[in-house]
């Protein structure tokens, strides 16, 4: 396997970076933060990245997209993640699109991929539940057999991007106990079903998730996505495609972390000598490089693994995972260390990239979870 960039990735790599820079910097970031704007993100912007053909990368051609995989989407998340992008890929393109792709029948995929392509729906998946501890099949939400459908019973938690979804994927139990991976079932919910309630919150890093509520919520037997009582498999693989596009915006934010570091210790004077000289801020300095290179071929690995449907790709997943939540953590609390006292204010952009760092490190497994796995996974 190369853990390089193609000429094609390389292409689109330094067409998304340019573009990002100049329609996404992060004081777009702060102002979204500063106003509370209630959708958390560029409506405008959503539509621009669509008609580039991004929200279509992982997405056959029947659907609008452009039949690529996930090693081509991780170059433009890793220039999203440079610049703190909240447009919602995660939510939409990886988490809910992917369940589709995968586990919807025809007429679902129809109904929901190519708006979903075009920017036109955001669709995210409803599966984490209070206590739940990373695991996707502890589900204690249920469903009941009703008539010609199923009711719905139940919360959810950390729901990215709820508050603005069209629709959810929520997962529910029809047998078993909590955490069985068996008997585990995946519905489509439209927004605005009687009993479904949103609460909208925002976490530490300005990002939009919810709380979602099903209190009763009635669905028809067509609104079940992939084979009755095996979502539990397909919730795995769904996952870990979005942990694979996540460690790549991790992977851009460090990036860009570090990147603000050295231009610090190249100009801010100390002493009468500028800190960048100094033997101990150069040590520090090359550590952090060596960490981000590790994280950027762990990345690789493991979208390339996926793409090609290695048997070992969620074991890689596991590994660029907690090599990224580790990595980014470091950087940004290095960064804070070497901006000095003024890292520690409002005032100047580094702060954000710490907020993030921390919330992404535990979003979908924190670093000894991942490794706990990637432990599992190899028969330790």
Known sequence: MQLVLTEDQELLAKTAADFVAEKSPIRRMRALRDSADPVGFSRALWKEMA??????????????????????LAVVLEALGRKLAPEPFLSTVLLGGQALLLGGNEEQREAWLPGIVAGDRIVTLAYAEARSRYDVHRVSTRCEVVGQGFRLTGEKVQVLDGHVADAFLVTARSAGDEADADGIELFLVPAGAVGLTVERQTRVDSRNAAIVRLDGVVVQADARVGEP???????????DRATAGLCAEMLGGMSEAFDLTLEHLKTRQQFDSVIGTFQALKHRAARLFIEIELSRSALMAASRAIDRGADDAPRLVSLAKARCSDAYVKVA????????????????????????????????????????????????
């Open 229 to 239: 009582g095996r979502a539990g498999a397909l919730l795995e693989t769904v996952v």
């Open 333 to 380: 609390n290095e960064a804070i260390q070497m901006f000095g006292g003024v890292g520690m204010t409002d005032e100047y952009d580094i702060g954000f990239f710490l907020k993030r760092a921390r919330a992404a490190e535990l979003t979908f497994g924190d670093a000894a979870w991942h490794r706990d796995r990637w432990a599992r996974l190899g028969g330790y």
């Open 51 to 72: 008609e580039l053909g991004w929200l279509g990368i992982p997405f056959p051609e029947s659907v609008g997209g452009a039949d690529m995989g996930l090693a081509e």
